[in-house]
């Protein structure tokens, strides 16, 4: 068999079956890349694109929630991304100030940085995977204003004993905290008292009881407690978030009143943390501590003149303001058929004026300025009969003949002075065949302008509640300008308008109206006036409820021409003192005035009271109150000086200057002076009462004895009522004070910015203004205290602030002091009390965070 | 199996193959390049509501804040009645929006600000203070 050769190498099957080989193996090659050509490449860009889609929504969301950050609460926002991405599962993360997505096996991650934001004002955490059910971004932030306890003891010391309980107040005001917060005091005893901030004063009362104070108080001295226990109570504070604050302060309970007075000191910044640039308060609290300075009561007599010149008036206060009057205005034409013509222009009311003009000329309520066309300008002022319409409430402007000239538009102004709406009517007359015929008719209803001010007489102070008149009286520069009216009467005193008195009157409220008179009037200005015995009632009364406590004795002497010593006590071995004051206040409640002036008697009765019975006021610091208001017009002629006819009464009698009797009562009141009850020396402080010349200054200074601790007489001036109270008030303090000379220095850091300083003072301390001065880099805040009286507060604020984080010392030590006179006073009683050091922090790291999850 | 030799069919089977694998493999691609454009970050600037509580806050801060020289009755009463109005006029947007003032002293006052949507929950509590402003 002869094979035939042709060119084919192989068949074009085995050929075609090569080639398909071939190509099946290229194919079955290429597909091993085209999952990498034709997915993963395509997946990576996906992948680039998605994860920075998801992070770019991440992060706007929390710009987002920048933008409306809440400030002390949550934001929540859903995220929404997909499951997969080129089907490959990955999770979202915050670290780092940057969104972080990665994929599951962590071949690919994508990160975005949210700069600034993200690293100054956001604690970033939290992860997400993108299978996960919901995704949520969660913003929340805390204000970083932590609470802060104040707490204070109105007052810080109480007298209790067996039946009748001490009782103060516990005051949590000054505590704050971010939005509403709850307290809890509780106290020495375990005993718990709660409120919340709107709440923040309560009253706890406690007896004494020596065993629960040995067990749950301390001496100061050390030892057993005695006759006075220290006993602490502790505040705790909680704001609505959880957080709290304490502070503690101390009550000393005493059954006896011989405890030293002294200072409380109190150094607190509030809040004590907050962040940077809000400012915050340094609070140096000083509170008067004690009972009295002296002895364990008072035995006082207080000795009123009752003269007749008692009876005059004296300030009790004033009254000013600006009132523009209401103005009616009218213009008519005068045309020429009123040429040489007689013209008559009447301005009058149909109204009563009850009550307000009654009994009086009430034409003279009505002024009128004319301005006629040539401008000529005319004021109708009623006075006596002249300008004055008799038919009716009016008055009236006439004019011989109307000349050429005053042809044209005329202008009438009226004002009328009266405190009620009224109606008003303005009418042109002309003169026809000798008889007025009315030409033109205007009305109006008048709305005046007025003015109206309150006075309060107080109640409880004369006999019935009735005064012995009130006055009023405009400034001579502005009577002219204006009528007033005391409630409905007119006041016309002595002859003038804008002066007025009234009979007796009840006490209570009293309107004085006030109405100007000319177009022009605006300002005003005067002055009320009651009658001196009135007003020595009411400061004498003032000063009894002030000063005389429990167990305290208190009597009364009145004298004119003769002296009287008041029976204000049942008890026959003792009527002229009595525990019950309000006794007293009877008797001067009914005191009347009239008669000379008897010093040198009065003050002889009112050492006899003291001297009456002193097996009841052995002990106690006797006291004599004497206030006069006039110079002694009574010698003493010798003998009997309870009998009248020892005694001889002119306004001459005492001779030049008064020496005569100078020379009979100084040294009656020396003897008064050194005279003492249960070793004690009656005090004497006099009052000169009205103007300067009225009373003997030099007498009343050389009768009085020095004040407690001072080298000061206890003598005061007083020229009118508020003067004389405020006289009555001091003497009621002068066993009062706690403290002397007190001087408060603090420091503040030359890293905290002052923002200003204020002095608040509850009392009667007196204090200097606070001075601000440099201190190296840092700068003192002082002020000084002359004197600080028991249950005084004086609170110095310093608002400060820092800008950057950090805590901050308020506070030099040795420097930052108080330094004052401890009772009994003078230098050699000098003490300085560091002030606590206390810091304010301003927190850096209370910044928002942002969490998802 | 001689007819099949010259069959050239196949060959054209196989020829057109390869056209339509590479127009699957360019369908995918293309496939994979509509997946890129993204959704999310827009879907967020559109439904975060900025305006809203910002409004809130307004009223919580300021509008509040003209009623602090009231009686204590008064600035309730009238607190209240705009937390009602406040209320029904988020609840038309559906949407649950609220500032309700509870405590309040001489100078101060306490509110919370809710805002609550299907996406935003929004909780804050401010103390606001005359002449201060709000913490």
Known sequence: MIRKFDNRGVSMLLEYLILISILSVFVFLLSMNINKVLEESQIESVVENQFSDVASEVSSQIVDSLAVYPRNGYLKTKVFMPESIGDIEYTVGLENGSVVITSELGRFQKTLSLGAAGILKLNLSGQTHSLAERHELNYTKISPTYPSAVLKLKPAAVLANYTTPGCFEVDVSKSSAMGVYNWRVELWNGTVITGDSGNTVTEVCVYWNPIEFNNYCYNESGGAIGNTAWCNLTLTVTDIRGLNDTDNATILISKISEVEPGLYIKKFVNPPQTEPGRPVELHIYLNGRGFRTQATNLSVVTVIDTSGSMDDETYYGNFAGNVSPRVWEVTYRINSSWKNSRILVTLSSPDSMSPWWDGYDKDDAFVMDVYQADGDYYRVIPSGWSNELGSANGIYFYDSRVTNSEIGNWTFRAVVAIPKSIPLELKLYKRVSGSWVLQKEFSTTYHPNYYTQQIELPSGYTDSDQFEYLAAEIYDVYKDDFFAWLDSDLCYYGGEYGVCRTGTVLAGTHNLYIAPRFPGAQQFEGEFYIQKLDSAKIASIDFIDETIGEGDYVGLVSFSTYATKHVVNSSPYLPHLTTDKNNVVDEIKDLDEGGWTNIYQALAYARDILLENTTYTNGTLPLIVFMTDGRPTCKYLGGDYNSSSSYSCSSSVCGSNDQICYNQIIPLAEDVKNTTIGGNNITICTIGFGKPDDYNADLLRDMASYKPGSSEKCFYEAEDYQELSDAFEDISRIFRIAAKNVTVRDVIPDDVQILGTELEISGSANCTDVSLSSFGTDTMVSFNCSEIYIDDEIELIVRIVANEPGTYFLDLPFVSNVTFENYPFGAAYNQTVYLDVVNVRYGGSERASVRIE | ?135
Do not use: W
Request: net charge positive; charged share 25%; with cysteine.
């Open chain 2, 1 to 135: 199996m001689a007819s099949l030799i010259k069959d050239e069919r196949a060959q054209m089977l196989v020829f057109f193959s390869l056209v339509v694998a590479t127009i699957l493999a360019y369908l995918s691609v293309l496939h994979a390049q509509n997946m890129l454009a993204g959704i999310e970050s827009s879907r967020t600037l559109m439904v975060f509501p900025k305006e809203e509580i910002r409004n809130l806050k307004v009223v919580g801060e300021k509008s509040i804040m003209m009623f602090i020289d009231d009686s204590y009755a008064d600035f309730m009463n009238k607190t209240s009645k705009i937390s009602e109005q406040i209320k029904l006029l988020y609840a038309r947007k559906g949407v649950y929006g609220d500032v309700i003032a509870f405590t309040k002293s001489e100078r101060c006052y306490s509110v919370r600000i809710t805002y609550v949507s299907g996406e935003v929950e929004y909780s804050d509590l401010l103390y606001c203070c005359k002449g201060r402003g709000c913490v």
